[in-house]
Structures are given as C-alpha cells and as structure tokens.
C-alpha cells in the first residue's frame, strides 16, 4: 500500500476520532444543560411552594430548601465533573488509536480488515435467520 494513502487513511481515521470525541462532549454538554434546565424549574416550583409554607413552618422549611439547593448543586456538580472525564478519556483514546496507527500500520489494516469480515459475517447470519423465519 502506498505510503500517500496510508497517511491519508492516518488522517482520516485520526479526524474521525476526534469528531467521537467532539460527539460526546456535545453530549456531556447537552446533559448539563438539560439537568441545569431541570434544576432551575425544580427551583422555581419550590421557591413558589416556600413562599406559601414559609409563614406556617419557617425554620423546617428553610432547612429543607437549603438541602434541595445543596442536592441539586452536588448533582450538576457531578454531571460536569463526569462530562470533563467522558472528554478526556475520549480523547486520550483518539490519540492512543492515531498513535497505534502511526506505529503499527500494517497490524492496524489487519485489525480493521478482520473487524469488517466479522462484522460483514455477523449481519450475514442476522439476515439468513431472519429470512428463514
């Protein structure tokens, strides 16, 4: 194979990685926003509630506005913190394949030529079974 085609087959592959990579950061981040979204919603339904109780059972209900609040902020807390790992370990995985490639480029062609036979052989016998029914 060509040197030209094995770095271009290099690049693209590398490219491909890296849009993985941007795929699931756009997730983590639609997932902070969407729980950020929830959180606020769940604010605004309990400021209205406390408002109303706040007069009836004051400290009781300040105390358990403030733990809803602490919750809330520790659980945004930990989908950022597990989105920041999701990105990174996404993307030391793309540069842990690109480095492979780059190192071992005929044993990469092999990997992937015999994924893509087991593949292709794997939805061979899904569409013979499902043609005998």
Do not use: C
């Not at 926003?33 to 769940?42: L, P, V």
């Not at 190192?103 to 013979?128: D, F, N």
């Amino acid at each position: 194979m060509p040197a030209n085609s094995l770095v271009q087959d290099t690049n693209k592959f590398s490219g491909q990685a890296s849009s993985l990579a941007d795929q699931a950061a756009s997730s983590a981040d639609s997932a902070i926003k969407s729980t950020q979204r929830a959180t606020n919603s769940a604010f605004d339904s309990l400021a209205g509630g406390v408002q109303d109780l706040r007069h009836q059972a004051g400290p009781m209900i300040d105390r358990a506005a403030s733990q809803a609040t602490d919750l809330a902020q520790r659980g945004a807390d930990t989908v950022r913190d597990t989105a920041q790992q999701l990105r990174e370990r996404a993307l030391r995985a793309s540069d842990v394949t690109v480095n492979y490639i780059r190192e071992e480029p005929v044993k990469a062609m092999l990997i992937a030529a015999a994924t893509g036979a087991g593949l292709m052989a794997l939805i061979s016998l899904m569409t013979r079974s499902s043609d005998r029914r």
